[in-house]
Structure formats: structure tokens, C-alpha cells
T-cell receptor, first 112, second 116 residues
């Protein structure tokens, strides 16, 4: 059974701080990694994708991938109250489209 | 604007009734998906379709049925056989299989089903 694990939180950080969200996955052959943000009662929206080892930066967001450790993380710099949401990690293991597995999400709360 | 339209947004059902959730996309995406989300849970795949007239079961297909007669449409029926149907249902789509970004999902706004 392929698994994607996230700390459910809540993770609470003060405004302006760096929020660090972590995700581990079980399938060593996983190819593609995604971070989605989901506000309460809303649908998920993609904020980052990463496909190779290392860091990928987009504005205040940085995704980090370490395939050897089967670990992917999301850093949010200069956190804002509007970043308060649940962050879902998703991992694609190849083959059919059904092999995209979501974690349960980490709830982030940014305090003013 | 391109996107995915789900309807209804809220739906109440009595036990024993079948209900159908609508999902329409105008993104010209080949693949479409249905996910279920329960409080504190991640997204669980119900069904997915990669091309018209073909669909595959996901992890929790029991008690659900789908059809894909048109590229733009992928309705989900929650049957009376689904033992615990109260949940948030999300429809998604992605570009054709194997293409770059094929696993990047675009979601609809969701349908919240409550069984009374």
C-alpha cells in the first residue's frame, strides 16, 4: 500500500516567520510531487510541483525534494495570515493516473 | 474562463436514494477524476477516466458509479449501496496522460452531500 504521510498539525507560526511543512512517502519509484493549498470549505489549488532532487522556489514558496530520504517539504517565507490553510502533499508513482496519492494534510495557522 | 463546474454545491439526500453529482469541464482535458474528502482526511480516489467511454475504479469505488459519454462531462452517482455517503466530493481534471504536467490536477469547487 503506497502511503503519503504528513503531520496533521495544527502548525502555528507567527506572522513573518518561516513555516515548514513536511511530507514522507513510501514508494521509492515516485516521480512527481505536488503541494496543494486548501482553505476551509474550498477545493484544493496547486501551489508547487517538483520533479527532481533539490530546491524549487516560487515567490515566498520553496519546495524541497530528497528522493533518497523519500522526503518532500514546503517552506513558506514571510508567512501571512492569508496562508492559514490546510496543505496537502500529493505524490505520483507512475503508471496509471490513479497512482496519484494524497496525504491527509497539515493545517497551518499564521497568527498576526 | 476555463474551469470545472460542479453542481449542486450542497445536496441533501434521504437514506436509500441515489443521487447524481454533475461535473463539467471546458479545459479540453482528457483525464477526469472524482475524489471524496472526509473531515481530517486526505483525498481518496473514487473513479477516474483517461478517455471518453472508459473509466477505472479508484480506491473506494464501492457504492458509486460513473459515466464518460462526453469529454467534457463526468457525472458521479452515489447509490444507496454506499454505506456512509456524507462527504465533500471533488471533481478534478488533468491534461492527457503522459504529457508534461499530466498529473497536475485542476479541481472544481466541490459538492457537499449530506445524508439525512
Amino acid at each position: 500500500q503506497k502511503e503519503v504521510e504528513q503531520n496533521s498539525g495544527p502548525l502555528s507560526v507567527p506572522e513573518g516567520a518561516i513555516a515548514s511543512l513536511n511530507c514522507t512517502y513510501s514508494d521509492r519509484v515516485s516521480q512527481s510531487f505536488f503541494w496543494y493549498r486548501q482553505y476551509s470549505g474550498k477545493s484544493p489549488e496547486l501551489i508547487m510541483s517538483i520533479y527532481s532532487n533539490g530546491d524549487k522556489e516560487d515567490g515566498r514558496f520553496t519546495a524541497q525534494l530528497n528522493k533518497a530520504s523519500q522526503y518532500v517539504s514546503l517552506l513558506i517565507r514571510d508567512s501571512q495570515p492569508s496562508d492559514s490553510a490546510t496543505y496537502l502533499c500529493a505524490v505520483y508513482s507512475g503508471g496509471s493516473q490513479g497512482n496519484l496519492i494524497f496525504g491527509k494534510g497539515t493545517k497551518l495557522s499564521v497568527k498576526p | 474562463d476555463g474551469g470545472i463546474t460542479q453542481s449542486p454545491k450542497y445536496l441533501f439526500r434521504k437514506e436509500g436514494q441515489n443521487v447524481t453529482l454533475s461535473c463539467e469541464q471546458n479545459l479540453n482535458h482528457d483525464a477526469m477524476y472524482w475524489y471524496r474528502q472526509d473531515p481530517g482526511q486526505g483525498l481518496r480516489l473514487i473513479y477516474y477516466s483517461q478517455i471518453v467511454n472508459d473509466f477505472q475504479k479508484g480506491d473506494i469505488a464501492e457504492g458509486y458509479s460513473v459515466s464518460r459519454e462526453k469529454k467534457e462531462s463526468f457525472p458521479l452517482t452515489v447509490t444507496s449501496a454506499q454505506k456512509n455517503p456524507t462527504a465533500f466530493y471533488l471533481c478534478a481534471s488533468s491534461i492527457r496522460t503522459g504529457a508534461s504536467g499530466a498529473n497536475v490536477l485542476t479541481f472544481g469547487a466541490g459538492s457537499r452531500l449530506t445524508v439525512l
